[in-house]
């Protein structure tokens, strides 16, 4: 969890470095002050393979979005915790309770998280629980 005082930011370069260094196949760029960061994960060996887009600006939030496949709903449910079912973008943590901040590395934090969503979001598909933890907020809470 981020801590109440200053903690010194990643820069992007090194944010970058890092994914490609846990994520080798993955594909990444710079562009106007923005990483963007696309991988293809697979939350276990029985999981379908998802292809994840990775967007993050300096004093900005993560933003995670799944390309491909699209996620589909239960019955006539969309899928829980979810920030934009139309954009696939996926709810992994509360901003404004500081669980991560710019000192935290993207491939320790954010990528993790984004598995451990897919890989509820499997169990939530055959079962109709999310078992995973969080909290959502209700309304149309979308950080930017």
């Not at 939030?61 to 996926?90: F, W």
């Amino acid at each position: 969890m981020a801590l109440g005082y200053q903690t010194k930011r990643h820069n992007l370069a090194v944010q970058e470095l890092t994914l490609r260094k846990r994520f080798p196949e993955s594909q990444s760029r710079i562009k106007r002050s923005e990483l963007i960061w696309e991988c293809d994960l697979q939350p276990s060996p029985l999981s379908a393979v998802y292809r994840v887009c990775l967007r993050y600006r300096l004093k900005g939030i993560p933003k995670v979005n799944v390309l491909t496949p699209q996620l589909q709903m239960r019955e006539d449910d969309q899928p829980p915790h979810m920030y934009s079912y139309a954009e696939q973008r996926l709810c992994l943590y509360l901003p404004e309770a500081d669980e991560w901040d710019g000192s935290m590395l993207l491939a320790k934090t954010v990528i993790p998280w984004t598995c451990e969503w897919l890989l509820q979001y499997e169990v939530w598909l055959v079962t109709g629980e999310w078992r995973g933890p969080g909290k959502h907020p209700g309304g149309d809470f979308i950080p930017e």
